[in-house]
């Protein structure tokens, strides 16, 4: 059964080439997320990831830039700036709880990242995450 961290891993790769290179074919992408999911839900899913995150980059930027102390986005690694890009937007566009939200961003940033990845990603994730509530799971636990 497809997972939705099988799509969480192609939205990193897909923006992590966006990230290098800003021109490139967005149709060819989403060609490639098709090929790679095989499964509508995941591909609409990995499609409003992507495409959420770079219309929402600046201000995203901007949050990530306000408690990332000592770093700069461009100086932050590729892998890193955007495992934390689709984890904010995630949580605060998709309404995914923060707990799923950071599980999947840290194992992201272990498998794509540098030894220090997983833990610079909770980090700053950790500080962005939406306040607690009281509301009951919404399943998405099992989607992960």
């Known amino acids: 059964m497809p997972r939705r961290f099988d799509a969480r891993k192609c939205v ?12 490139a074919n967005l149709q060819t992408i989403r060609a490639t997320v098709k090929q790679d999911l095989e499964n509508e839900e995941l591909i609409e899913f990995a499609w409003r990831l992507i495409t959420g995150v770079r219309e929402s980059q600046d201000d995203l930027d901007r949050q990530i830039s306000g408690v990332a102390q ?9 892998t890193d700036r955007n495992a934390i890009r689709a984890g904010l937007f995630e949580m605060q566009q998709l309404g995914t709880p923060a707990a799923v ?3 999947e ?40």
């Not at 990845?117 to 099992?142: C, H, M, R, W, Y």
């Open 12 to 23: 990193l790769q897909m923006l992590y080439l966006l990230d290098q290179n800003s021109d």
């Open 70 to 78: 000592n770093w700069r986005i461009d100086r932050m690694a590729p």
């Open 101 to 103: 939200v950071l599980n």
């Open 105 to 144: 961003a840290i194992e992201l940033a272990r498998t794509f990242g540098t030894e220090h990845s997983a833990s610079f990603v909770n980090g700053i994730l950790d500080k962005l995450k939406p306040e607690q509530t009281s509301e009951a799971p919404t399943g998405e636990e099992t989607q992960a």
